[in-house]
């Protein structure tokens, strides 16, 4: 059974006014969220965190294939202001690396957290790559701007 409803003019303003209220309160608070968390307050370092993972796989032939990555890949910091990069070994025995362009370098080891400090002075990418995992490349970006 079809029941038609009326409504009147004044009723279907409210309901339009009350939806767009709810759109732009919905955008709002999406535009709140999307806010990128990592602007530093005041002057404090941009704290940004990067683990060691292990990709480990058996191809066709039975042969055991493993790769490892720093994640996230890409971080994204701010000129002028000092980053401080958390590096946390959660696969892998020793990752060493070197922070190309920007004079940084140290070793990350299972199970414990590498924190190195610097100041980007220019806009760029800069790759951080592992000295002992070469083939594949076990590499990660930051990207300052
Ligand atoms: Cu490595």
């Not at 309160?25 to 990128?36: D, F």
């Not at 993972?53 to 066709?60: I, N, P, Q």
């Not at 590498?114 to 070469?134: D, L, R, S």
Request: with cysteine; net charge positive.
């Amino acid at each position: 059974m079809n029941r038609v409803v009326f409504i009147s003019k004044r009723r279907l303003q409210w309901y339009l006014i009350l939806a767009v209220a709810v759109v732009l309160t919905g955008a709002y608070v999406g535009w709140q969220q999307s806010k990128p968390t990592t602007a530093p307050i005041g002057n404090g370092p941009q704290v940004k965190q990067v683990q060691t993972v292990e990709f480990m796989t058996t191809d066709a032939s039975g042969k055991q294939q493993e790769a490892y990555r720093f994640d996230p890949g890409t971080i994204v910091v701010q000129k002028g202001v000092e980053v401080e990069l958390r590096l946390s070994g959660t696969n892998g025995d020793s990752h060493p690396f070197v922070i190309q362009g920007l004079g940084v370098s140290g070793e990350v080891a299972k199970g414990k957290t590498t924190i190195v400090k610097f100041t980007p002075k220019q806009a760029g990418t800069y790759a951080i790559v592992c000295t002992a995992h070469t083939d594949p490349p076990m590499v990660g970006y930051i990207v300052v701007q």
